[in-house]
């Protein structure tokens, strides 16, 4: 098993992932909610672990990096569980869910779309809370694993492994290359979101809610900003 690159390559789903918390952070700065703070400390630390996991976890020059299949299903089991962990940093730093087992599993069910939910009183919870949890489950909809796949090029290793992995029934590829099979699922995924933003604005969503609303949708997640979910706009068109 390749100890180092199995961590080298969890290192760099860790940045990405923390980079990603730069969207919530962004409506924390325009909202003002008071979650700023937490977001930033919980990006900083997200990034941080990835990037020196990636740099000290580089396998030396003349190391095979092709993973094996017991190495992708290491990777996408650690990467799924490192995203749940890292992913309720936001919940735990801002004291909406101060309780570590409460936020990691609001984490993790926003991250697999099972929108089980420990979370009341969203109409008062920070906004930019409210969409880094949306964010989990679009996120999540489509894969973090089949997201790293399409950057793994950038790593200098395959992904059929991490490919099997994370999708056992459906290895059908749609391009010659993994990567490009990876990069063309989520093209699909952002059009369709788009889509449905559009069609959710139309309807008379606000920005905020359409993103975070598209965002659980496309999952199938279900998460949403209010404890009445959507009967909060009492819109047939919406429903």
Not at 6 to 26: D, E, Q, R, T
Not at 38 to 49: E, K, M, P
Not at 186 to 194: A, E, K, M, P
Request: glycine letters at 10%; hydrophobic letters at 50%; aromatic letters at 14%.
């Amino acid at each position: 098993m390749k100890t180092r690159k199995i961590f080298n390559i969890l290192g760099a789903l860790l940045f990405f992932l923390g980079l990603a918390m730069i969207f919530p952070l962004a409506w924390s700065l325009y909202f003002r909610d008071g979650d700023l703070v937490a977001l930033a400390l919980s990006l900083a630390v997200t990034c941080t672990t990835g990037a020196l996991l990636y740099y000290y976890c580089r396998p030396a020059g003349d190391d095979d990096t092709t993973l094996t299949h017991r190495d992708g299903f290491m990777v996408v089991s650690f990467g799924w569980i490192l995203a749940a962990l890292f992913g309720a940093l936001p919940y735990i730093f801002s004291g909406v869910l101060p309780n570590f087992t409460d936020a990691f599993f609001e984490s993790m069910s926003g991250f697999t779309t099972t929108g089980a939910t420990v979370l009341s009183g969203l109409d008062h919870t920070p906004r930019g809370i409210l969409f880094w949890r949306s964010f989990t489950q679009w996120l999540g909809g489509m894969g973090i694993i089949v997201l790293s796949i399409a950057i793994l090029p950038l790593l200098g290793v395959g992904g059929m492994q991490l490919y099997k992995a994370e999708l056992p029934s459906r290895q059908d590829k749609l391009k010659p290359r993994v990567a490009e099979t990876a990069r063309t699922l989520w093209i699909v995924y952002i059009i369709l979101s788009t889509v449905d933003f559009v069609m959710l604005m139309a309807g008379g969503m606000d920005v905020f809610s359409a993103l975070c609303h598209t965002f659980s949708s496309m999952s199938s997640g279900g998460f949403s900003t209010s404890d009445a979910s959507v009967g909060q706009f009492g819109s047939a068109y919406i429903d």
